[in-house]
């Protein structure tokens, strides 16, 4: 039985957020993994995505660029998103999942975790 947990924690800096994805039943190396979001009243989107190693090549939604870092440490079977810069715009929640870039799209797969909520205030 896979299960996927997204667990959040405070960033190193002011107005930055770390979330890990940790799993059971379930080698992450061997598995591009990614996080999605979906805000209040809007469709779920795609943030970012690893592949799986050990090329762990990683994709992030136009959004997100320059301001989010995924990435994986197979000794303790995590994905990571560290995210900085957060906007209003950035919070929802979040689901760590199964993924891949199909035509450019960042779209979930086969496993999903439940979601771990992202709060932006001032």
């Known amino acids: 039985d896979v299960q996927l947990q997204a667990l959040g924690r405070l960033g190193a800096s002011w107005g930055s957020l770390g979330l890990s994805c940790t799993a059971s039943?379930?080698?992450?190396?061997?598995?591009?993994i990614g996080w999605f979001r979906q805000a209040p009243g809007k469709q779920r989107e795609g943030v970012s995505c690893?592949?799986?190693?050990?090329?762990?090549?990683?994709y992030y939604a136009d959004s997100v660029k320059g301001r989010f870092t995924i990435s994986r440490d197979n000794r303790r079977n995590t994905v990571s998103l560290e995210m900085n810069g957060l906007k209003y715009e950035d919070a929802g929640t979040y689901y760590c999942?199964?993924?891949?870039?199909?035509?450019?799209?960042?779209?979930?797969?086969?496993?999903w975790g439940r979601g771990t909520l992202v709060t932006v205030s001032s």
């Open positions: 039943g379930l080698a992450m190396e061997e598995y591009p």
């Open positions: 999942a199964t993924c891949q870039v199909v035509y450019g799209s960042l779209i979930g797969s086969d496993y």
């Open positions: 690893i592949s799986s190693s050990p090329a762990s090549r990683t």
